[in-house]
């Protein structure tokens, strides 16, 4: 069965920092990339980062470049995403997503890498607050 899986959302206080996993369960090889997305009230789902699963290159949304970094361990099919210095403002739900290989999906373009989204997790909540 295909699965994404979040975890490591919560509570943080402005300026902390925080780790989100996401871990895929069949896929094997069957994708392109992974990327993390998250979606705040009242805005559009916006892209962070992304990996490309044949060469692990990453590729991060200019915005987002600095304070957050994206990472894979292919041992265990997850993907990391690390935040610090959160804000007020990166307070959302994160999704990770998959772009399957023969699939299509939601186009994004996430720091230069077009991808079609087409299997997403079901998010976790990150709450940015003293």
């Known amino acids: 069965q295909v699965k994404l899986v979040e975890s490591g959302g919560g509570l943080v206080q402005p300026g902390g920092s925080l780790t989100l996993s996401c871990a895929a369960f069949?896929?094997?090889?069957?994708?392109?990339?992974i990327g993390w997305f998250r979606k705040a009230p009242g805005k559009e789902r916006e892209g962070i980062a992304c990996?490309?699963?044949?060469?692990?290159?990453?590729y991060y949304a200019d915005s987002m470049k600095g304070r957050f970094s994206i990472s894979i361990e292919h041992f265990n099919n997850t993907v990391y995403l690390q935040m610090k210095n959160l804000e007020p403002e990166d307070q959302a739900i994160y999704f990770c997503?998959?772009?399957?290989?023969?699939?299509?999906?939601?186009?994004?373009?996430?720091?230069?890498?077009?991808?079609?989204?087409?299997?997403w997790g079901q998010g976790t909540q990150v709450t940015v607050s003293a």
């Open positions: 997503a998959a772009d399957r290989v023969a699939a299509s999906g939601d186009n994004y373009v996430v720091g230069g890498l077009k991808a079609q989204y087409d299997y």
């Open positions: 069949g896929f094997g090889r069957e994708y392109h990339a």
């Open positions: 990996v490309r699963r044949r060469d692990d290159n990453t």
